[in-house]
């Protein structure tokens, strides 16, 4: 067959009168291809047509195609199934060459950035091994378009929370914000819509307006669009964790961090630089950053337990004796956590990974933390020993709160003391028996019907009060 050149010297060396001997050892050919060349007397390449094994089976091929949903695997089945044998690639290769099942191809153009255009942003899950087990985390990116500047982080979880902690970390990276951020449609800034009619979330356009950026998703299903952050995910799955040892998320960033730094010193290909020497340009045409970067924190309410701790996230921290039952505001931020009394910063701890189940004692809080040790309870309050010794229904209702409200019933044991100094005995522990018996926990409710047994005996009702249909009524 030969190439075309090979052709092309053929017929030029025999149009000359060498024979055919001579141009075979000149161009390292056998006589038969210089006699079948000469034959033809044309340079081009002929087609081979070979016998496609496939062919007969065609229209039975587009069948099965429709029937398993373009699954060729399943194709191939059923095909062996009605006795016609055909190796795989044999019809995958068939199915190719006819278009059966394929996508036609579309041309694919690039996008230019001038210095300081446009960001890319974008998640993605990845699993690694941290502390010698493997876990599911969220790896965050962004990317300068112009200088192909990267950063990013990884978080075991994926908030608006962590998307502005995220963000923050990277823009003091770069010194300053592109005036667009592009985004992926499923990212959690995205409040509802996609592509240009997308809504972002009201509290990441104030995040967006103190940077100086803007937040814009591209259209459904157009990947090439934020090419620059999708390829950046492929680097660091095939590139940094390949060998790595990480012994918690906090070392896994301290590492990642270091990867950018060397990464964005190394010269790419495409660019022909290394994002440093271009970041020297568009880091002049960046957004600077404001005066004051506040920082990032979500804010939680939590009520103190008996043993002077709150819960978040599954793990405790401790505060003061003192505010024990009070209600408290906790600031989260990415490192610690800040307790506040009203506006009073009582103490603030280091933050423990969401989901641990740890337990953290500051050491001026160490008497709850001796009574956790030592394995001893709680002595009880001196309401709760009145209670228990006045009539077996009023324990049963300390019991039943107890054990559903956990280190959380003091104020409920203290207002059941209340309505013990208050009411009779005998029409509140009738009262508290019902209660029981139907499951009712509510001290509210509890002392509606508190009242309405001793109605009759201590207050004069009048017919329309006896028939008020706002009046509690009990429990069926």
């Known amino acids: 067959m030969q190439d075309r050149d090979t052709r092309s010297a053929i017929l030029l060396l025999r149009a000359k009168g060498h024979g055919t001997r001579e141009i075979g050892l000149s161009l390292q050919v056998s006589r038969g291809t210089v006699k079948r060349v000469i034959k033809s007397g044309t340079i081009e390449v002929p ?19 429709a029937r398993c949903q373009g699954n060729l695997v399943r194709v191939q089945e059923e095909l062996v199934a009605a006795g016609i044998v055909l190796a795989y690639p044999t019809l995958t290769g068939f199915c190719r060459r006819h278009g059966i099942g394929q996508k036609p191809k579309e041309r694919t153009g690039q996008y230019l950035f001038d210095p300081g255009q446009e960001m890319q942003h974008d998640t993605s899950p990845h699993d690694v091994m941290i502390g010698g087990k493997k876990r599911r985390v969220q790896c965050a990116s962004l990317v300068l378009c112009y200088s192909r500047m990267i950063f990013a982080m990884v978080f075991p979880a994926w908030n608006r929370f962590w998307v502005k902690v995220f963000l923050t970390e990277a823009l003091r990276f770069f010194e300053g914000a592109a005036g667009r951020c592009m985004l992926d449609n499923s990212n959690v800034v995205v409040a509802s819509g996609t592509g240009k009619d997308a809504v972002m ?26 090419a620059h952050v999708e390829r950046a995910f492929h680097y660091i799955e095939n590139n940094f964790y390949a060998g790595r040892v990480f012994s918690d998320v906090a070392d896994l960033n301290a590492q990642l961090r270091a990867w950018c730094e060397r990464v964005n010193g190394t010269t790419k290909r495409s660019i022909q630089a290394t994002p440093l020497e271009l970041f020297a340009k568009e880091r002049t045409y960046l957004k600077p950053l404001p005066l004051h970067i506040p920082e990032v924190y979500m804010r939680w309410n939590r009520a103190v337990d008996t043993e ?25 931020t990415q490192s610690r956590i800040q307790l506040f009394d009203g506006h009073a910063l009582v103490c603030e701890h280091a933050r423990v990974e969401s989901g641990a189940r740890q337990r953290r004692t500051l050491p001026e809080h160490e008497r709850q933390a001796r009574w956790q040790h030592s394995g001893s309870k709680r002595p009880p309050l001196e309401e709760e020993k009145l209670l228990r010794v006045a009539s077996p229904a009023m324990a049963a209702m300390v019991e039943a709160l107890q054990k559903r409200h956990g280190g959380r019933a003091t104020r409920l044991l203290q207002r059941l003391h209340r309505m013990w100094l208050e009411y009779p005995q005998e029409p509140l522990d009738k009262a508290l028996s019902l209660a029981l018996e139907h499951g009712l926990f509510d001290l509210h409710r509890i002392e509606a019907l508190v009242l ?16 008020d249909e706002n009046e509690p009524k009990e429990p069926k």
């Not at 100086?212 to 998703?217: E, H, K, N, P, R």
């Not at 309405?452 to 028939?467: I, K, Q």
């Open 47 to 65: 087609t081979v047509d070979r016998e496609e094994k496939a062919e007969p089976y065609e229209a039975k091929i587009l069948e099965l195609h």
């Open 452 to 467: 309405r047994h001793v109605a009759g005996d201590f207050f004069r009702l009048s017919p329309n009060d006896e028939n």
């Open 308 to 332: 002077g701790y709150i819960t978040l996230h599954t793990n405790r921290y401790s505060l003061p004796a003192s505010l024990i039952d009070r209600e408290i505001f906790v600031h989260e």
């Open 201 to 226: 979330a009201p509290e990441m356009v104030a995040f967006g307006k103190r940077f100086g950026t803007v937040f814009v998703a591209h259209a459904l299903g157009d990947a090439n669009r934020s």
